[in-house]
């Protein structure tokens, strides 16, 4: 009985240390070539891939000639639009217009953001190599844990823009690139949601003293957004799968390279 248990001790180390030596280095393997090829979608200088000089053009409107935005996206920035919108004032409709010029482009962070997590999931793959030799399930889980992370930053700075306030927007620094400038109680962003490019105009509304604002949008779809989320959610999925196989041994804590008991004897 005791020898049974130490010939099934034996083969289960055996398998632990073929996952730590084999099926770990295949899987982070496999994910970095899917994060290499969403590095290659993005309009930005990335792990060796530039395309910082792609250029993008779009037409965001809504019906009724309420709002017209034509914008041109190079990289990770808007450095051209022509803007068009209708706002009303004391019960008159007015034409807003306004532009972006190349020389004051419109930065959005959300595309730099997720650049940057997506660099450091490479990174920390990068950091063991295909030679490096695990020594137990709590290091593997360490750096699975960091490229999910990473990963799960970078996707949801792109699906889930931040919140801001009326004020916020007003005193934005990308407000400073239209021209001209935009009345005081107006401010507009363009901002990313999932593979999504929105542009929204917002107006502070004097209501019998309280202050209310009232918002338009329209939006239009950006194919490399589409191909990046893609590439994102399969390495989250990937890694989750890696993560789950190491789990299972790290519940025998007393598990590392060279642990294995003594050979039952015959």
Known sequence: MIDCEKSEAINLQKEFEWVLNEEIHKGLEQIHHILVECARRFPVALYGHDNSSKQDT???????????????????????????????????????KTSIQNHYPWKLQQVQDASNHLQQALYHIDDVGKNYKFKSSDEVLHILGNILGSLQRGRTSLIVPRKKTMDDLIKSRNMKSLTPTLAEDLAISFYIQSH????????????????????????CSVPWLNEVLVFFTVGLQLCQQLKDKICVFSQYKDFTVGSRPASPTN
Do not use: W
């Open 58 to 96: 779009f037409v965001l409107s809504v019906p009724v000639d309420q709002l017209k935005c034509v914008v041109t996206l190079t990289g990770d920035s808007i450095t051209h639009a022509d803007i068009n919108f209708k706002i009303t004032r004391q019960n008159s409709a007015t034409i807003v």
């Open 196 to 219: 999504k490019l929105i542009f929204a105009i917002y107006q502070l509304i004097n209501n019998h003293g309280e202050m209310k604002y009232d918002s338009t949008h329209a939006e």
